[in-house]
């Protein structure tokens, strides 16, 4: 059971800040940091040369190299934000966990997260400390025992379902919850008083200004 809130309602840009700069880039998570947000949400594909690269549409990319995609930033760029910033790395499909936990084990305040749940048990066979989410997009029965089950420690819904009972349930096995993607000022105001710990949204400077204002 979660015995105290987070010092504040965080504010995570969602795959940085993509209205001002291209997303999934280093320029939109600076961009999201430099507005003031917590941190910030980012997609995660291997490439068929094992290279990590930060990228979210479809799976053609990864039948690709490093060298046909040399434009894609690399996983391994995200160290310069060890330490400045919570980043949820949502890994786009299993498979390559191995190679993800070596490259992220060091960094801290890194969340690992996947719409494909076998995700989190495959990386705690390479290592026990790195925090865990689970991202879904309806409604789960029984979702806090669900992730629980998982070992997750963070829940991040579809913001449309989610609801003061869902996130009293995640509460009490200590999983916080940040849905994703509210970008509205109806919609964060919503979410807060329905007891969430955050949102990850498009638009992280207009959040964190709703939040200083509110």
Same mark, same amino acid.
């Given at each position: ?51 990590? *690269?930060?990228?979210?549409? =479809?799976?053609?990319?990864? #039948?690709?190299?490093? @060298?046909?995609? %040399?434009?894609?930033? /690399? ?28 490259? *992220?084990?060091?960094?801290? =305040?890194?969340?690992?997260? #996947?719409?494909?749940? @076998?995700?989190? %048990?495959?990386?705690? /066979? ?49 999983? /916080? ?38």
């Amino acid at each position: 059971m979660i015995s105290s809130k987070l010092p504040q309602f965080l504010i995570f840009g969602h795959r940085g800040s993509p209205k001002r700069f291209p997303e999934n880039t280093i320029a939109s998570f600076e961009e999201a940091l430099r507005a003031g947000a917590d941190g910030f949400e980012t997609d995660l594909r291997v490439l068929s040369d094992r290279v990590p *690269v930060l990228f979210h549409d =479809d799976d053609v990319v990864e #039948s690709q190299s490093s @060298e046909q995609c %040399p434009s894609l930033p /690399r996983v391994s760029e995200l160290a310069r934000f060890a330490g400045r910033a919570t980043m949820i790395l949502e890994v786009k499909r299993c498979g390559w966990e191995e190679l993800l936990v070596e490259v *992220v084990r060091d960094w801290p =305040d890194v969340i690992l997260a #996947s719409f494909d749940h @076998e995700l989190l %048990p495959a990386v705690r /066979r390479y290592d026990a400390s790195i925090p865990l989410g689970i991202t879904i997009h309806g409604s789960i029965v029984n979702v806090a025992s669900y992730a629980a089950g998982l070992g997750a420690t963070w829940c991040f819904p579809n913001c449309r379902f989610v609801d003061a009972a869902m996130v009293a349930s995640l509460h009490e096995r200590g999983i /916080r919850v940040v849905p994703w993607t509210a970008n509205h000022p109806h919609e964060w105001e919503r979410l807060r008083e329905a007891g969430c710990d955050g949102v990850i949204t498009d638009f992280p400077a207009e959040a964190v200004a709703w939040r200083g204002n509110t």
